[in-house]
Structures are given as C-alpha cells and as structure tokens.
C-alpha cells in the first residue's frame, strides 16, 4: 500500500508532469537555468542601477534586493522600503529586467506587488500560514524560500499553502538551514534540493548566498546545486561588498560573481540545463570570461 502524502497538489505523484511557467519572457523550471542576482539590500539609486547594468551586460534576467529587510538586529539597516521599491521599478524599466523583492508583511503586498515580477517570501515567514493564504490568491509568482529550521515536508506542505488558494506558481527555493555547525552561518542543504525535486512538480532554485553566509563559498555551492537538480540560482553581488549595508560577507564583486559564471555553466551541462548568460565582447561575439 502506497504511503499517503500529507500534501497533495505540491506533490509530482499527483500531478505527474513538472510546472513550468513564464515570467517577464523566462521560462522558469523549464530546460533554462534560471538566474537572478543582486544584493540582499537595495541601498540607493546609483547602487541598483550599478548592479543592473552589469547583470543586464550578462544576459541574466532577473535582479533582486530587499526594501523592506528582515534583520535580526533592530539597529541595524532596516532597508530603503518605499524609496528603494522606486529603484527597483527604475532599473526594471531601463534594463527590461524582472524584478524579486520580498514582501515582509501582508499589508506592504499593494505596494510590493506593483513593483516586482516575482514575490519573495522569506525564510521567517515560511510559516506564516496567514500570509501563504492571502498569497494564494494573487496572480504573481512567489519564491518561497525554505524556513532555517523547517523540515522538506514543512516547506512542502507552505507551498501546499499557496497553491490551495489557486496561486501555482510557487518557485521553492533552499537557502540553507542551521546546523550545529558555527563555521558557516547556514548549512546549504543541497540533498534538499535533489529531495524537492523528486517529490514535487514545483520549480526548485537555491540561494547559496543565504545558504553560506560566506562569499567563498557562493560557487562551489552554487556548481552543486545545479548538479543536485536547481532549476536555477538566486546570487547576492554588489558593486562594493566591504561596505555594503547588509550581507556584504556573502555579496560577490562583480569580478567575483563573473568568475563563478563558467563552473555554473559546467554544471549546468552536467545537468542537462542549458545557460543564456555570457559576457558580450566589444565586437558582439559571446564568450565567457576566465574558462
Ligand atoms: C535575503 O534573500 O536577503 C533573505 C533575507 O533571505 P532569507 O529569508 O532566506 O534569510
Ligand atoms: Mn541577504
């Protein structure tokens, strides 16, 4: 006898074919590696508009940044919330990009639903059940990220959560979970990822900036999360990491998240995904940088 699922419309058994959907022109959870990048905060104007032109010269659709942050410090940066809803919408129009922001509290969703393409909700509030259901019923795709402290089928059954209320565009996304391990800040649960992928049709990305908490180890991680199944990344980059304003220990410089681009796309041919992003020389050829 076949052992029942305590969620149903998540589950690839149920529905038997994978959820693959289009956003802003991107297919997401389709052959394509999905790429977004950005820094975790948008700090000011001239900071976005920095990071969009570089990822846009990369051919990676999608930029991301917190305006409302949840921080764990009440001293610390609380983000640009409204302003920096302003710059995203900014960039988004100059660069064509699609736009990921995180909605902290269901009464921003007004504000936050006009200016992003996809909804982030984040880690702390996997489990508010309440937000997932009033989530349910827009027409946006959410990412939602894995709680640092939920189990596969508590990550699963939040996204149960969404699609119940008939929104199915649901992007899972591994960030990392806490261990008892204090030499990195999360422990990037890559089995997570492979795990996700055999038990759901829903799209499954992973944020090795979050799942790290350490800049050196954004690639590796990153290369073995495609490998394990990721159906695309979330990066953190800035254009100054020392000094930004949040997450600047696990940010990469443009050099550095440039660097990180060519073991993406061997592990994307692993994979079997297939990569849009290169660096486009002066006389309109594509290469990618420092093979
Ligand atoms: C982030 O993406 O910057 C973030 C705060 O993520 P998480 O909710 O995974 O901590
Ligand atoms: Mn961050």
Redesign the pocket.
């Known amino acids: 006898m076949s052992q029942r699922l305590p969620y149903q419309l998540v589950s690839l058994n149920w529905k038997k074919s994978r959820t693959v959907f289009e956003v802003k022109g991107t297919e997401i959870g389709g052959e394509d590696l999905f790429m977004i990048a950005g820094p975790?905060?948008v700090e000011s104007e001239d900071q976005i508009e920095k990071v969009a032109a570089h990822i846009k010269e990369l051919g990676i659709p999608f930029i991301?940044g917190?305006a409302y942050?949840?921080r764990t410090s009440p001293y610390n940066f609380q983000g640009l919330q409204e302003e920096g809803l302003e710059y995203l919408k900014i960039v988004s129009d100059k660069y064509n990009l699609g736009v990921v922001t995180?909605l902290m509290d269901l009464a921003l969703l007004p504000k936050v639903y006009d200016a992003t393409d996809i909804i982030?909700v984040?880690?702390?509030?996997m489990k508010n059940y309440h937000m997932l259901k009033e989530l349910g019923k827009v027409d946006k795709p959410i990412l939602l990220?894995?709680g640092?402290d939920a189990t596969v089928e508590e990550w699963l059954l939040a996204a149960e959560y969404i699609l119940l209320g008939g929104n199915e565009k649901v992007i899972l996304?591994e960030?990392?979970i806490r261990t008892f391990d204090t030499s990195v800040r999360n422990t990037m649960d890559i089995s997570a990822i492979a795990l996700a992928k055999q038990l759901s049709h829903l799209p499954v990305i992973a944020?090795p900036?979050?799942g790290t908490g350490k800049r050196s180890l954004v690639g590796p991680m990153s290369a073995a999360a495609v490998v394990a199944g990721a159906d695309g990344l979330?990066i953190?980059i800035h254009p100054d990491p020392e000094n930004a304003l949040?997450?600047g220990q696990q940010s990469l410089n443009f050099d550095e998240f440039d660097e990180i681009l060519p073991s993406i796309k061997g592990a994307a041919e692993l994979a079997g995904k297939l990569v849009s992003f290169s660096k486009q020389k002066k006389d309109g050829q594509k290469q990618f940088i420092k093979i």
């Open positions: 975790c905060a991301r917190g942050k949840p995180e982030q984040g880690a702390r509030n990220k894995r640092m996304c960030r990392g944020d900036s979050q979330m953190e949040s997450d």
